[in-house]
């Protein structure tokens, strides 16, 4: 099944969603659950390191391989460098590898088992963290060494399992005791105090108050976002990308499901996940909208906050969408954050005066944080931006950033405007 979860991230899937998926439709322990998620996430996020201690065993270059070999020799090599001893690591991996090459499978990773120990230092810092260069130089030139760095180590840990308590479904006591009768530890947010920093629930998707409805896993920085926007009851509030709506319906639960939120997006496909989070926490006030965010449907100065979370190269979130490291290109980031300007330039006609627009991004690149900044600074004139947060979110223009080690969350960037009063 790693092999299989390895294979179709290679071929462009998402292993945040395609594991819990495979996962849904076998009956294996919790036990081996929690082993295919680590090897999988682990693999790919070591995958550079991975390959250059593969490369001098293998008379084949890597690239050359048939993908499920090269899926099965990167999982055998991240087994052996995680200590799993070399009968398991090998033995497994070469039975579950393509039969027709088991014994090329089988030659490379004892190769490595020989001559590995202890494994080499890699001398970039790229080799060593296992990511691009690109993405190496734009953290540690835009944060300083030591910040960059803490961030991409951060960034190849796990991240925390984070509930959102509904509170128009459950008590948060209740939520507690329930956890803990399944055998789980929790602790309170760092960032977000109610939140539940949960270990040892297990897969999610099978946890009681996640199907009824009573909570939803959601990293505080996520969770932060919604707070920024302060929708109250009885609001207009438009979700201008939507899917697959977390914040939406986070948004909905602090309104009290008193309002309307209109959840926007641009795939009716998408949409489909958004209607069903609703539908699963019972909320009513969400109305889903399929319009292209620079081409919304609804008359202009009519919302009483709007939210553009926008489309983004995903920085801040690498440890739960590991593949991503590997996908995203410098082009990318220059065209992402020529999209988010036009969507930023849309969102803000529909705010109303006195209105408030909320523009976030999970990642870290200057061109879709400051820059984005310093473009509303000069062609947004109506709007002024507003201070929500305090430490550890730092100053980042006239927004809020927060990096992955800060608090031990996803890295979050978020401008909070307000629009003037007067506008006729």
């Known amino acids: ?29 919790d036990r081996d659950r929690a082993w295919v998620t680590g090897a999988v996430y682990g693999t790919l996020r070591r995958q550079r390191y991975l390959d250059d201690l593969i490369a001098p065993h293998s008379k084949r270059a890597l690239g050359e391989l048939e993908p499920a070999v090269r899926a099965a020799l990167r999982l055998g090599a991240y087994q052996l460098v995680e200590g799993v001893a070399a009968h398991a690591a090998v033995g497994e991996t070469v039975g579950a590898a393509p039969e027709r090459a088991r014994t090329y499978v089988n030659g490379v990773l004892r190769s490595l088992d020989r001559h590995g120990r202890p494994w080499p230092e890699p001398s970039g810092l790229g080799q060593r963290l296992s990511y691009p260069d690109w993405i190496v130089d734009e953290l540690v030139d835009g944060f300083g060494e030591s910040d960059g760095r803490a961030a991409l180590e951060a960034m190849n840990e796990p991240g925390a399992v984070t509930l959102r308590v509904n509170p128009l479904r459950a008590d948060r006591a209740a939520v507690l005791r329930e956890l803990e009768l399944r055998g789980a530890s929790t602790t309170s947010g760092t960032l977000i105090p109610d939140a539940i920093v949960v270990v040892g629930t297990g897969d999610l998707e099978r946890l009681r108050s996640v199907r009824e409805g009573r909570v939803t896993p959601q990293d505080q920085a996520s969770q932060a976002v919604a707070i920024a926007l302060d929708p109250q009851p009885g609001e207009r509030v438009l979700d201008v990308a939507s899917a697959p709506g977390g914040k939406t319906s986070a948004i909905a639960e ?35 909208l399929v319009a292209a965010g620079t081409a919304l449907p609804c008359a202009d100065a ?30 990318q980031v220059t065209q992402l954050a020529a999209l988010q300007i036009s969507l930023l330039a849309h969102a803000a006609t529909k705010v109303r005066p006195g ?70």
């Open 302 to 331: 009519t919302f009483d906050r709007v939210l553009l979370d926008a489309p983004c190269s995903g920085l801040g979130v690498l440890r739960r969408r590991p593949e991503a490291r590997w996908r995203i290109e410098p082009r």
């Open 355 to 424: 209105g408030r627009l909320v523009y976030s991004v999970c990642t870290l690149t200057r061109a879709e944080t400051l820059e984005v900044d310093e473009w509303a600074t000069q062609e947004l004139a109506d709007f002024t931006a507003v201070e929500v947060f305090a430490a550890p979110w730092r100053p980042h223009g006239r927004g809020a950033l927060l990096l992955p080690h800060d608090a031990g969350t996803d890295g979050m960037f978020v401008l909070v405007l307000q629009r003037r009063a007067d506008i006729v």
């Open 254 to 288: 602090r309104m009290g499901d008193d309002g309307v939120v209109v959840a926007a997006d641009l795939h009716a496909s998408r949409l489909r996940l958004v209607r069903e989070a609703s539908g699963r926490l019972q909320l009513m006030s969400i109305h889903a």
């Open 1 to 29: 099944m790693a092999i299989a979860a390895l294979l179709r991230a290679e071929q462009g899937g998402f292993a945040n969603l395609d594991v819990p998926a495979r996962l849904g439709r076998t009956q294996l322990s």
